[in-house]
């Protein structure tokens, strides 16, 4: 019969569970988040083992290399745009513009050297000496003096004056009009700026001729100027021109530094596609290619057991943690709100039933043990280094290598399919390489794999030091 | 920019320093044009008018007005001294302009009487 508490005691212990639960979810969180650190990391591995599988592949982008990583591969890619073969077009195109450059560049610098501006360079553009130069100095001088008599005779109202002939019989502004005595003192103040001597029709007349005589001067030495910067700028692209041409006898020059790192690129580029190709791959489809190049299959199997490793602990963390996580934050939704419900004085008199937190508690602990459980595995998965025991194969399960065979994972989809298609397999541990020995034919030692073992213990065989790498002590 | 009152004074100072007889606000009724003159002596029909938003001077005075206004003045008939407070910017300067009309008005009244 259910054990009946009264509405303190019962407060009590939903206080007591809350605090347990709390806990619980805060441990999960944190597991989850060094989980996700130690997926990162494995990809991050994974992405290198990748490259350098890939560098070893295609050593570089001759013809042989690249039909050798295809063969190899099976990569279509690589086949169908050959990178040997675009690299070849490539540089003979590149070299052709280079070709190209060098003759455009023969062709106008020999141009300039016709042209009377750039052949006469010296004789018309020498500083202090040049004739246009010199012109140009001679007509500046002229210019001042009128320069200075507009400057003198600036006003805001000036052209109005001159509009409207302030100063001559035609001024017709009537005196009641407020512009006229505008007019009256501007026209004195721009006479005071002459010395006051001169009368306005004096200094307007003065104005208009300097005036037209610095649009003439100006105009003359604009034509000279322009005559001067054409000059100069061929000059200059004479000089850009030989620039390029020393750069290109020095083997400076950018089409060349193009041209040199072309193979470079196109190798690099290469990798990325057959990188690409690789990791779309099942490495088990080209294992007994890889195996008989030995250095290759090492290396691939590096590559493969970090997938694999990766995969694991991604599945693990999201069937042991992220599918738990739910069933705990929902129980203590429900318990926060019937703390708050029995609070109220209505219930004061009620009796509630005990057994409900121990319904909590056993749901606490089958959480604790399923994040145990996935903290031993992580450990194991994240410290696996044996991949020379590896197989790429179908016949081989990288579970049991890489957990030595001490953990079951039914929950991942593969170690699942694999028992499924595989009803009489047993794991073959490795066997331990004595110092100085070989190992014995088949190098490996049998495992009676118990079905019913308790999955979250893990034993420390000699095997299991030879694969891993973590510190357990 | 001065204000109403302020050109108002520094016009009829200049004015009355040349001897003329300002009344302020004077009524001016001749024909079509009637208007409140800022300052005006009746009796030599000299005066001002300093054109300001604030005292509703350019809804009295339109365009027509001034027309009419002007045409009476070139006639000989009156003068009148007519400032937009935009078109100045100082005291000094206003009252150097008010002083130079009054000059040219008291050249064209001998003219007149000589006529």
Redesign the interface.
Known sequence: MAEMISREAYLAAAEATKDKLQTTLRQLEHQQTDSRREVSSLVSRTETALSELAAAILADVSPESVDAAVALTGCRTLAMVNPATELTKAQTKLKEQLAERSQQISARTADISELPIFQNRLLLRAPRTGTLVREITELEEFREPLAQVLQKAAHPRLQRLLDVEYGLPSYSVPFWRLSYFADWKAGDEIVAGFGGNKTFAEIRSEYLSARDGVGVYDQKLSKLRAEVAQGEAVEREYDLLQTEKLAMSESRHPLQAQLARMPEQFLKDARIQLERYLADLDLVMIGDRLQTVPQLDVMAKRYFGLRKQTEYLRQTSSQLLDNTRPAIEQSLARLQRDIAKYQRPKYAGNRFDRDQFQKLGDRNKRCLDLMGRHRQAQQVIVSFHGYEHGRLDEDFLWWDLVTDGQLKANYIDEVARFRALHPAYKYRRPKKRPAGEELDEDGVEFLDDDGDAAVAVIQTSDSFFTNHRTDFS | MLTESQGCAVLKESFQAAGYDIHDNYRFSEGTIQFSVDGYDPGTRVGFEFITTEAGDRVELSPEMIGQI?KR??QGEL??????EY??ESEA?LR??AE??LE?VAVHRQRGQQE
């Open positions: 002007e003045i070139a003068f009148i001294l007519l400032v937009d078109d100045v300067e150097t302009h130079r009309f040219m």
